[in-house]
């Protein structure tokens, strides 16, 4: 809608607000004049508007697909957290209806083919009509409900709990010393992410079940240190019930200790109710296995499946097996791109797939062989293509595909895409009146020769009312993972469309290690993190320098994780190019970070292997940013979360000394309460904050 048609609009609005002679003449006039002036006049982008901006969830679709279930949640300055409620709307959009309004955040379990939709609320489960009526709560379980299956014939449910398994915590050692806080370890696996192992293990448990209640539970890993949904972030993904209903499908990595911290061998398996007999259905697939899904018809499973036991990072596959036959083939092993999530069609004879591709991530379908015997290679078509992510897949309708999309200056949102026009059509706006504030920044992709002679691409930003006769600071930004892609996607933290409304241009490289551009592109930054990636960087920001609109002196490199990793890298070898650095939950010494990390098939694969070992002299010498320190001169802002373990707060608290030290201006910004990420909004404001007024003060 153009500014005219939005004007006119809003005059016809208050029009029929004084028509109705609506109280306080004053205030139609007020309301109506702010909201002309904020269309006429748009204003950059604040960092609060970031945080009052909806965040959509799909939840999930009414049983004849003419409806959406989804969430919002909106996050509250004055109490500091976020409150989620569901909504319903149509396939074809339109208005909006408020579906669940109490306190506390409501998740679709599923909806009924009468449409009931049974939710997960305070732990219990509850049911509401779509159309309408009041919600009636089904269960009372002792301990709550987590990760909630129902099986088909809703006679049973698959569910998860915390079950104390080895007595780790001196609380539960020592019952005479109930005011202890101490942990005791026999081996590894003592921590992961941002939680202290205190023996207590999630499991997946089956119950009979009868409108609401539940019979005697069993604990299908009991006894066992192990966890299902996988830690840390597992969910309902990892269960699934057979069609039939005579069986359960779970994903563990059924190890512990120092096995579990260097292996990513996880399998699925299937709990058969009969007999009470598990079976490992991916026995000898030694790679990451998950997101077991049945087809409708229930003779064909699917899931995502890694080869390599240790590589996190690895091409994810679409395996597919006949439960029939058992018989396994691999639908994707031939094509040269990754999988990141995908769902059936719904009549069985297609698999709609999301993945990377050339800087955004885009929706794929693959036909599903009729005879798995003939081994001939599976038809694989992209669909969809354009300057956006699609970021996941609902489900299938009349009207085409239920999905998510983002953009760099849009957060997600859910849409049709229509199979036959190849359009997204949206179903919500739950931003539009939000973005339509602010200043457009322009985003364009850019191609450059690497040092390798590689064709290298970039996103740049640009910010609003950009004027190439001018000359703009610039911020490189050096993207984590160190395998994550740079997409479309839409960051709440690391925001570009933010960043840009502070009269920055951004560019972000997709350098070697990025899915998108081909497994070897993809696996090319294994043992070589300071080598060519870092290489892409700085061709890409020379390259870039050559516009006249880049101010030469005012150039800054940024980045979280093996992003931060690489400013400390950058800061020893950058010859000049920059004069300010941000580091977020950077990698600084990788000798310390092999000795505290808590995944170490991370570390064993991407680095080599410990330090110790003379065959990673390399990595820990060369690509090793401690020992570039003698060339450190330059402004540096470190920002360390207190309970990231998967770089421990050593690692940021290093850096800064070696800065203060050497007499380099530098800044430490702890977070004792975040870990890898900040979650909380008020610590999302001071980052926000120190953030901008670090550039402010180098740039």
Not at 19 to 34: F, G, M, R, Y
Not at 165 to 172: G, M, P, Q, V
Not at 436 to 456: H, I, N, Y
Request: aromatic residues 12%; proline residues 4%.
């Amino acid at each position: 809608m153009n500014r005219v048609s939005i004007l006119t609009a809003l005059l016809l609005m208050g029009a029929s607000a004084m028509a109705q002679k609506v109280p306080e003449k004053n205030i139609e006039k007020s309301v109506l004049t702010d909201k002309i002036n904020n269309y006429l006049d748009k204003r950059p982008m604040t960092a609060e508007d970031l945080w009052k901006l909806g965040r959509v969830s799909t939840e999930g679709l009414s049983a004849d697909g003419n409806t959406v279930i989804y969430g919002v949640s909106n996050y509250s300055f004055e109490e500091n957290k976020s409150e989620k409620n569901l909504y319903t709307i149509s396939v074809k959009g339109g208005v909006a209806q408020n579906f669940t309004t109490e306190p506390g955040g409501e998740s679709v379990v599923e909806v009924t083919a009468n449409n009931d939709v049974i939710y997960l609320y305070k732990g219990q489960l509850w049911t509401k009509n779509l159309k309408g009526g009041a919600a009636t709560q089904l269960t009372n379980y002792e301990g709550g409900l987590s990760n909630v299956k129902l099986s088909p014939d809703k006679k049973h449910i698959l569910f998860s709990q915390s079950v104390l398994i080895t007595k780790n915590h001196s609380k539960d050692k020592y019952a005479d010393l109930p005011k202890s806080n101490v942990y005791i370890y026999d081996n590894l696996d003592y921590r992961h992410w941002d939680t202290d192992n205190d023996g207590r293990f999630n499991h997946p448990f089956v119950a009979t079940y009868d409108n609401g209640k539940i019979g005697e539970a069993i604990d299908l890993l009991e006894g066992q240190p192990f966890y299902s949904p996988t830690a840390p972030f597992g969910g309902a993904e990892d269960f699934a019930w057979s069609p039939d209903s005579k069986s359960v499908l779970y994903v563990c990595k059924k190890k512990a200790g120092t096995e579990y911290a260097t292996s990513t061998n996880t399998d699925i398996y299937q709990y058969a109710l009969g007999t009470k007999q598990t079976k490992n259905l991916t026995e000898g697939m030694m790679g990451y296995d998950t997101h077991p899904t049945f087809n409708k018809q229930g003779n064909r499973l699917a899931w995502l499946s890694m080869k390599t036991d240790g590589y996190e990072a690895d091409k994810n596959d679409i395996i597919l097996q006949d439960m029939a036959t058992g018989q396994k083939v691999n639908l994707t092993g031939h094509w040269d791109e990754t999988v990141n999530a995908f769902v059936w069609s719904n009549d069985g004879k297609k698999i709609y797939f999301v993945a990377p591709t050339r800087g955004t991530v885009q929706l794929f379908a693959i036909d599903v062989p009729a005879n798995l015997q003939v081994r001939s290679l599976p038809n694989i078509q992209q669909l969809s293509e354009g300057q956006f992510d699609i970021s996941g897949i609902v489900g299938e309708t009349k009207d085409g595909l239920v999905v998510t999309s983002t953009k760099m200056t849009q957060a997600a949102e859910i849409y049709v895409y229509n199979l036959k026009s190849k359009k997204l059509n949206p179903i919500t706006t739950v931003n539009d009146s939000k973005y339509v504030q602010f200043k457009e920044t322009k985003v364009e992709g850019r191609f450059t020769k690497a040092s390798d002679g590689e064709d290298l691409f970039s996103w740049v930003i640009y910010p609003p009312d950009f004027d190439p006769t001018k000359k703009y600071p610039t911020l490189l930004f050096c993207q984590g993972g160190p395998q994550s892609a740079t997409t479309q996607g839409y960051s709440f933290r690391w925001n570009f469309q933010l960043m840009a409304s502070q009269g920055y241009i951004i560019i972000l490289p997709n350098r070697r290690g990025m899915p998108g551009w081909g497994t070897k592109w993809n696996e090319d930054i294994s043992k070589d993190w300071g080598g060519q990636p870092i290489r892409d960087y700085l061709s890409a920001i020379d390259d870039l320098k050559k516009e006249p609109y880049i101010d030469h002196d005012r150039i800054g490199a940024i980045g979280a994780s093996y992003g931060g990793y690489s400013v400390f890298m950058l800061a020893g070898m950058h010859e000049g190019r920059f004069k300010s650095f941000i580091s977020h939950c950077g990698l600084f010494n990788m000798e310390s970070w092999y000795g505290t990390t808590e995944e170490l098939f991370f570390a064993n694969y991407d680095l080599g292997g410990p330090y110790w070992d003379k065959a990673n002299a390399k990595t820990y010498k060369d690509f090793n940013p401690i020992k570039h320190i003698d060339k450190w001169n330059t402004p540096i802002l470190i920002f360390q979360g207190g309970k990231d373990y998967r770089v421990p707060i050593g690692q940021g608290q290093e850096a800064f000394q070696v800065a203060q030290l050497k007499g380099i201006k530098s800044r430490f910004v702890f977070l004792p309460e975040e870990n890898h990420w900040v979650l909380s909004g008020h610590n999302a404001q001071v980052w926000q904050r120190e953030f901008f007024g670090w550039l402010k003060e180098t740039l």
